[in-house]
């Protein structure tokens, strides 16, 4: 069975740092480029970042370039996202997504004082 | 960056067809996804590459693409089609850009 699983989320204060996984399994990860996707409480959805398959090439949402870095360990099949100086406006769901065919449940980050 | 333009809101009976449209000046250089999303789920890739749908996607719905525009079809609506419904596309880039997505109400 297919499946992406994201971990990590959780509450925090602006300013802070928090690293999101997708797990992933049923499927050759190695070879297929991730995104994350976020989407904030009753919003519509807004991509984040995404990375080829090897890794080699990311992309960042202007919201959230220098501020946010995207990674993958091909061996673990996960693929990562490192969060920092975060705000209240990255209040939202983050999903993960393997070429929007196949999603995760996501994962909820809350940032307030 | 562009941006991908959706009504905010489609009301249908049921039976009858539904038309989303998304335009976007990417859209006639770049493929267009459309996605599905019911309330407190994650999206569900109904169509790809402007007209082709996913295994498991019902024939009823349907892509079509004419310029700068791009057209989702759902022909004899059901009450659990009601849900939001967003176009994306890309850049040569890489970089995703959603619309703002459309409300769709089965009346």
């Known amino acids: 069975e297919v499946q992406l699983v994201e971990s990590g989320g959780g509450l925090l204060q602006p300013g802070g740092s928090l690293r999101l996984s997708c797990t992933t399994s049923g499927f050759t990860f190695s070879t297929y480029a991730m995104s994350w996707v976020r989407q904030a409480p009753g919003k519509g959805l807004e991509w984040v970042s995404g990375?080829?398959?090897?890794?080699?090439?990311?992309n960042y949402a202007d919201s959230v370039k220098g501020r946010f870095t995207i990674s993958r360990d091909n061996f673990k099949n996960t693929v990562y996202l490192q969060m920092n100086s975060l705000r209240a406006e990255d209040t939202a769901v983050y999903y993960c997504?393997?070429?929007?065919?196949?999603w995760g449940q996501g994962t909820m980050v809350s940032v307030s004082s | 960056s562009y941006e991908l333009t959706q009504p905010p809101s489609v009301s249908v009976s049921p039976g009858q067809t539904a038309r989303i449209t998304c335009s976007g000046d990417?859209?006639?250089?770049?493929?267009a996804y459309w996605y599905q999303q019911q309330a407190g789920q994650a999206p569900v890739m109904i169509i790809y590459?402007?007209?082709k749908r996913p295994s498991g996607i019902p024939e009823r719905f349907s892509g079509a693409t004419s310029g700068t525009a791009v057209t989702l079809t759902i022909s004899g609506v059901q009450a659990a089609d009601e849900a939001d419904y967003y176009c994306?596309?890309?850049?040569?880039?890489?970089?995703?850009?959603f619309g703002g997505g459309t409300k769709l109400t089965v009346l």
């Open positions: 997504t393997s070429q929007g065919l196949i």
């Open positions: 590459k402007d007209n």
């Open positions: 990417v859209l006639p250089k770049q493929y």
């Open positions: 994306q596309s890309a850049d040569s880039s890489g970089i995703w850009v």
């Open positions: 990375i080829s398959d090897d890794g080699d090439s990311s």
